[in-house]
């Protein structure tokens, strides 16, 4: 992948290059986050393994070496497979289930149908943000992880709600794309959900020798751990 540590342009601009290269890095990041998950048991080390290049891309501007790349995923692969198959698991169950209700194999009709998807897309949601958390932790520490996305997810109710709506999104373009196309998606969606979670920075100014926020009603950059703990708008 390309590296984007060159020094930053001072008027801020991008053009069309700049574009055409992210977009070209999270195609392959999605290519070799598919090709690392097809075993089914190191899907969430591929997740997380993802999850963590695209947390670095988007805090340094760069990619990790592929040594420190492979180093993460050989690392996350045992404690991932449990997660793994936690996680195939659980949608086998859904996916089921709502197949069931919408064929009408299962009593309860169109409210019960929503309800379920309601569930599903939830925990989809839920999932979103695990994975964004591992990311942070270096591509492992899945139940500290899945502890730190559970609070923030009650804490900041409509921040679950966007990451619900990126992974819905997602799903829906999987179904509407060419086979082709779906591993391409993948590295999109690892950074659409890291740009609905983190928080911008807020410019500074400096009065009497201490950094403030230069818009008085502005907060500082949460991180995604302490996300769980702060209420977010």
Not at 136 to 161: I, K, Q, Y
Not at 183 to 209: E, S
């Amino acid at each position: 992948m390309a590296s984007r540590a060159e020094p930053p342009d001072p008027g801020g601009r991008r053009d069309w290059r700049d574009v055409a290269r992210d977009a070209a890095d999270l195609a392959l990041l999605g290519i070799l986050l598919t090709l690392a998950a097809v075993p089914l048991l190191t899907a969430a080390a591929a997740a997380g393994t993802a999850s963590a290049a695209v947390h670095d891309w988007t805090r340094t501007g760069s990619w990790p070496s592929a040594r420190t790349t492979v180093r993460r995923f050989g690392r996350a692969v045992l404690p991932g497979v449990p997660v793994s198959l936690l996680a195939l698991a659980g949608g086998a169950l859904l996916a089921a289930d709502l197949a069931a209700l919408a064929t009408g194999r299962v009593p309860g009709g169109p409210a019960a149908l929503l309800v379920t998807a309601l569930i599903a897309a939830g925990l989809a949601g839920y999932a979103g943000l695990v994975v964004v958390e591992v990311g942070g932790n270096g591509g492992g520490r899945w139940r500290a992880s899945a502890r730190s996305a559970a609070r923030a997810c009650l804490d900041a109710p409509t921040r679950w709600a966007a990451l619900t709506g990126v992974v819905a999104l997602a799903g829906l373009l999987t179904v509407l794309v060419t086979p082709v196309a779906v591993p391409i998606l993948a590295g999109y969606t690892v950074a659409a959900l890291h740009a609905v979670t983190v928080r911008r920075p807020v410019p500074v100014a400096v009065v009497g020798g201490r950094e403030r926020p230069a818009d008085s009603h502005a907060r500082r950059p949460v991180s995604v751990a302490v996300a769980g703990r702060r209420e977010l708008p």
